[in-house]
């Protein structure tokens, strides 16, 4: 599977927010509503966020309310490394998503007993401290991980007036009702022998904020947020003495949000809802290994069910609404068979997916939806250990969430009648990796272009019906082709060079003249992304340049919602002058380039940041 692994580094997790260490990566996006701590989610090659799925240590994140995923929720200090997969994808994930999958991997014990605190505070009256524990005894590891952030998000941006073509109306402002609080505490623990293994993730998360608005007239809006992801996980090797291994997972998670919006200053009408989603599920995967003909079968199943309350408060009046509830069950197979001393494989593969859904808005009882979805992996490597092609075909679907499908029980009107989404893709790569870690020189360097195509059919886009409300429907497709390359050298030892370039076409391809052709909201063509960074045993200095090329924020591509390419450098260092201490600090957007968003959100100047660690 191709996949972009991002090892995170203490100066990342002390200096950058989730949203901003992919925003760097290939084939990502990121759309944010301003500064750290607000609402950011991620489109992978021009596909939609809610067609993204989620995890953390494979445990879905991605819900089944509305599909999308905060990434500013997320806190990195428990993060030990990100994993992105953007075309196909192996079923250890019994899952996957239209737009692929990102799987953030918790940080597990350290190999020694030690305790870390840091402390930080920057721009906008941004502050943070976080604190870990590592228990380390012979099989046995436990890792405790505790952190805090808030910031008011009051930064100053250029306020349009609502008239984006006249500049004589333009004013600056300060940021309204940006400020946010929030806390996690996540623990892991893990247990290894030579044949057996248990991994156990409790991960909890707390948060409020405000909501600020297109307009900057919200003061009073706010969104309280609780989640908390627990599992087991046994792992067993070498089972009966055959080469056979199997992971048995159980987990259970839940999520509650308490939207206040009484003084009607975002939606249609003053309301204030409270929504509590609990998931059940267990997933297993079993892995067998034929020496024989260097083969790999595996196979995976899961189940999960989803239930899903809320409580609307209107005009002094409370109404408790019937429960949501989905249950969904997930079969996967895949077969790689390697040939020619590993120098060609191929990986077909098949996932199978029935779910049915329980609601009072259905009339009678709803039937079960199935999906199969099939895939193939092509890896050839002409010259062993340098050079290396790929080629991957897939199909994926996206079955509609509860907002979709039932409404929200006020301004969105569901449509049980709604179709899966579907896709159909494909990419080629080509790549160059070499190492040669005795050089004085180049000790690696590799590049890999990729070309993809994707069209999805059935995409559910919402409308207006009525004067305050909403509904879905399947009334549009997308074809979708872009161009990636990614490129990384480390040079004389202490040099690392890395360049990310996007270029994609995320086309309108419904039925509908007006739409058709048109460029999807939010997709910039050109991404780019580069950086250098110099270090050595004390400490290093990085610089970053990121430009995100024009776009435009509505189907019909007006030039009212147009929105200009925007360029920011940055730079970072980390200083350790005594052992176990390191000083970081980072300058976010050095010249002070005041910019929108791609969904037209003013963004922040200059931003600077500051942490100190201490290990012991």
Known sequence: AQVDTINLTEEDRQTKSLSDILSGRVGVQVKRNGSDGGYSSVYVRGTNANQLLVCIDGIPLTDSVYGETNFENIPVSCIERIEIYRGFTPVMFPRSGIGGIINLVTKKGRGASETGISAGAGSFRTGKVSIFHSLDRENDQLLVTGNASAGKGDFTFTNDNGTSFNHDDDFTDRRENNAFKSGGLTARYAHNTDTVSIDALSDTFVKTQGIASYNNKASHARLDTAR???????????????????????????????????????GFFSEKTTGTLFSLGSQAYAEYRTDM?????????????????????????????????????????????????????????????????????????SSVRYSADPGVCLFIQPVKDLIYLRGTWEKKHRTPTFAELFGNRGTIKGNPDLKDEKSEGFDLSAGLEYNDFSSEYMQSFGVEYTFFRTHVENIIVFYQNSQYTMVADNIS?????????????TLFDHIELSLNQTIQFAEDDSDIPYYRGKYLPFRPIFETCASLRIFNSSGSITYELSRTGSNFRDRANSDALYVRSRI????????????????????????????????????????????VQYIF
Do not use: W
């Not at 090797?237 to 003084?263: C, E, K, N, V």
């Not at 069950?329 to 494989?345: Q, T």
């Not at 497709?477 to 050298?489: F, K, R, Y």
């Open 228 to 266: 908390s992801v627990n599992s087991v996980k046994a792992g067993f090797d070498r089972i009966g003495g055959f080469p056979l291994s199997a992971d048995l997972t159980a987990f259970a998670s839940a999520r509650r949000d308490r939207y206040d919006d009484r003084h009607n200053e975002i």
């Open 293 to 365: 003909l260097d083969q790999i079968i595996a196979l995976s199943v899961d189940a999960q069910h989803d239930s899903y309350y809320m409580t609307r408060e209107q005009n002094d009046d409370s109404t408790d609404y019937p429960s949501q509830r989905r249950f969904t069950s997930h079969a996967g197979a895949e077969d790689s068979i390697r040939l020619f001393d590993r120098r060609v494989a191929i990986t077909p593969q098949i996932r199978a997916e029935a779910n049915r859904d329980y609601a009072s808005e259905l009339k009678g009882d």
């Open 568 to 611: 920011y450098h940055s730079v970072s260092a980390q200083i350790s002058p005594l052992s176990g201490l390191t000083i970081m600090c980072a300058v976010k957007n050095i010249t002070d380039n005041r910019t929108m968003d791609v969904a037209g959100y003013p963004l922040p100047g200059r931003t600077f940041t500051g942490s």
């Open 477 to 489: 497709a997308a074809q979708i082709t872009g161009h990636e390359i990614s490129a990384q050298s």
